[in-house]
């Protein structure tokens, strides 16, 4: 399980010192986690560290697995503070894996890693009135699998490789297998896709685990476009797929 249960009377100096520290370091990240809960949600002081949970976790699907940790470490905290000898002799204390958890919950919640610091790339686009034939040079020469595309300034939407094999397909079987792709525009393709929602606009300062959650909510969802405020008629910062947001997190130095 998440916690050790021991005999004080029976452990060494060493060990008893070893174990009241994983109980300080798992209280002060309870309490960090606790703290910010409350300052986000604006809670009165009356009000439980489970309805805290409960809130933010209703408000921030994203954040379910850890507040359904927090619930589970809430129960086991009362009995680490309060099933004790004295000051310093616990009946249970928290395993190392446990600490470690319940730190990485307070670190993604007060320092996360962003989007702007995870996605912020050259993101290659097309005008809607290119044609396919240049679309797809860009696909082939810049190595990449998505293009934002737009009519001068405003965004008209987002071509794949997917959907440009699934676009191409369909012309074929009605043209008799005969297509001329110099002749075929951006805005064609935009057509053919247009009941698919398969991007999304964020912000910089999303947190990359709220960037991946939008996943998660969307199966069609292709990529991401990342501008300074999620607003699609501002200068694209990056773009991310799937492949990017699920790279393992690395926290800010």
């Not at 249960?5 to 520290?21: A, G, K, N, Q, V």
């Not at 607003?231 to 799937?242: C, D, N, R, V």
């Amino acid at each position: 399980g998440r916690y050790v249960f021991t005999t004080p009377l029976t452990r060494s100096e060493e060990h008893t010192s070893d174990w009241s520290s994983d109980v300080c370091s798992s209280d002060l990240a309870y309490n960090r986690i606790d703290d910010e809960l409350r300052r986000r949600l604006k809670l009165k002081d009356h009000q439980s560290f489970r309805s805290a949970v409960d809130m933010f976790a209703k408000r921030n699907r994203w954040w379910h697995e850890d507040a359904e940790a927090m619930r589970a470490f809430a129960e086991l905290r009362n009995m680490v503070v309060h099933d004790r000898f004295d000051s310093f002799r616990y009946l249970s204390v928290p395993s190392a894996e446990v600490v470690q958890e319940i730190e990485a919950i307070a670190q993604s919640l007060l320092r996360p890693v962003l989007s702007g610091d995870r996605f912020r790339r050259k993101v290659f686009t097309v005008d809607i009135g290119d044609s396919v034939t240049h679309a797809l040079a860009v696909f082939r020469n810049e190595d990449i699998s998505q293009l934002p595309a737009y009519a001068g300034d405003d965004f008209k939407g987002l071509i794949t490789g997917n959907s440009v094999l699934r676009w191409l397909a369909r012309k074929a079987d009605r043209e008799d297998g005969l297509v001329d792709l110099t002749e075929e525009t951006v805005a064609g393709l935009l057509r053919f896709g247009e009941a698919r929602r398969n991007f999304e606009f964020i912000g910089r300062d999303l947190p990359v685990r709220e960037a991946a959650f939008l996943f998660a909510e969307n199966s069609q969802l292709e990529a991401l476009l990342m501008t300074e405020h999620g607003k699609p008629h501002q200068t694209l910062l990056g773009i991310a797929t799937q492949w990017d947001v699920n790279r393992p997190l690395e926290p800010p130095a």
